[in-house]
Nanobody, 119 residues
């Protein structure tokens, strides 16, 4: 299986930036795509962004388009989420996840990293 560990979360002011990292290990050859999800208190988990491992095709949730950028470094088995112009509504626990077969059923998840944005 694939193991994932996120880092880079923290507390920032509205309008600020953070860069999240997710390092993958284990059976990384199985990865089809990597995604970033978030779940705020009292809300459903939502997919923020995703990227295919080979081609680098990206997906973004409408609410983060133009502000967030997902990227990957295949050699380092690492995916990043650059978050700019952060808003209080971006406050959430952010999770990295791996789609292992192209089904969008993300079978491997990281432990999460907290992002808090103050107004």
């Amino acid at each position: 299986q694939v193991q994932l560990v996120e880092s880079g979360g923290g507390l920032v002011q509205a309008g600020g930036s953070l860069r999240l990292s997710c390092a993958a290990s284990g059976r990384t050859f199985s990865i089809y795509a990597m995604g970033w999800f978030r779940q705020a208190a009292g809300k459903e988990r939502e997919r923020v962004a995703a990227i295919t491992w080979s081609g680098g095709s990206t997906y973004y949730r409408d609410s983060v388009k133009g502000r967030f950028t997902i990227s990957r470094d295949n050699a380092k088995n690492t995916v990043y989420l650059q978050m700019n112009s952060l808003k209080p509504e971006d406050t959430s626990i952010y999770y990295c996840a791996a789609d292992l077969d192209g089904s969008s059923r993300y079978g491997s998840w990281g432990q999460g990293t907290q992002v808090s944005v103050s107004s």
